[in-house]
């Protein structure tokens, strides 16, 4: 409409130029002219205004389009890291879940194993005890009984059992060994080891070349005592000579001579007992 207004005032100078108007006439024109012309100006300032208001209002949306799109994008990638990392904790909750079942399996075949030795511990001192109680005191000066280990060992001197250079047993260890007999029958579930030892000093006898010779028919005389006269299982029971090769004392004195000169007894759990708790160690996983 203010396009139209200002058409109408340029026509009507143009007819004023070509006719004639009074004084008066003219400065009302005059005046609406300049209504119009300024009214032609404050709408073209605006009009300007308004075109760069669009021009910024247009690269504000470009940027918010451009911020949209790379919010679009940020979140695509959290949803994939996210979507990784539910993954790898899944595996990792079924990983410690695993680790969780091996460990119960370790803490149970542990907890066999020192049950086992604990019981083993707790026959072995019964079994020490209930020796030690049935020896009488001259016996207890010929007869050791300790533990090591787990492992009852049980050491009778030499010249209580044989008389010098011989394999033959005395009269007077057939007590002793009638009550060391006794306590093995009382603990069925052990083995029996016996081994001759010897000094270093040098055997000549007829039939026995050397202190082997002499240990392993010692230690074959108890095995055989214990298993005829006292009816041990000879399946329990093995016969070993170590010579002069295992001492105990110097062989520079006497006294040391003759400390190792002895005969053991030793006591042990049943070998196979413990294999069976080390078939059912827990085998390692892969992870």
Request: hydrophobic share 35%.
């Amino acid at each position: 409409m203010k396009f139209k207004a200002l058409f109408i005032g340029a026509a009507l100078i143009g007819m004023m130029s070509t006719s004639c108007v009074t004084n008066k006439k003219y400065s009302e024109l005059q005046g609406k002219y300049d209504e119009l012309q300024s009214s032609y100006n404050s709408t073209r300032e605006e009009l300007i205004n308004c075109n760069a208001d669009t021009r910024n209002l247009q690269q504000q949306l470009q940027a918010a389009q451009q911020s949209n799109g790379e919010l679009k994008q940020g979140m695509a990638e959290l949803k994939n890291t996210l979507d990784k990392s539910m993954d790898a904790n899944a595996q990792g909750s079924v990983n410690i879940a695993k680790l969780v079942d091996e460990i119960n399996a370790s803490n149970k075949y542990i907890k066999q194993l020192v049950d086992a030795k604990s019981k083993s511990d707790s026959l072995n001192i019964a079994l020490t005890n209930k020796l030690t109680r049935s020896l009488s005191t001259d016996e207890l000066k010929e007869v050791d009984v300790k533990v090591l280990k787990g492992v009852v060992y049980i050491s009778l001197a030499d010249n209580m059992l044989f008389k010098t250079g011989s394999y033959e047993i005395n009269d007077r260890a057939m007590e002793t060994l009638s009550k060391i007999a006794k306590i093995i029958k009382d603990y069925k579930d052990y083995d029996v080891l016996v081994e001759g030892n010897t000094d270093n000093v040098p055997i000549s006898r007829p039939n026995i070349r050397n202190n082997w010779d002499l240990s392993d028919l010692r230690a074959s005389s108890v095995v055989q005592v214990l298993q005829n006269d006292f009816g041990i299982d000879p399946k329990r029971m093995t016969a070993a000579g170590r010579g002069e090769y295992n001492p105990i004392a110097s062989n520079d004195s006497e006294l040391g001579r003759q400390r190792n000169r002895r005969t053991e007894i030793i006591i042990t759990p049943k070998l196979d007992q413990f294999l069976d708790l080390i078939d059912q160690a827990p085998e390692e996983k892969d992870k």
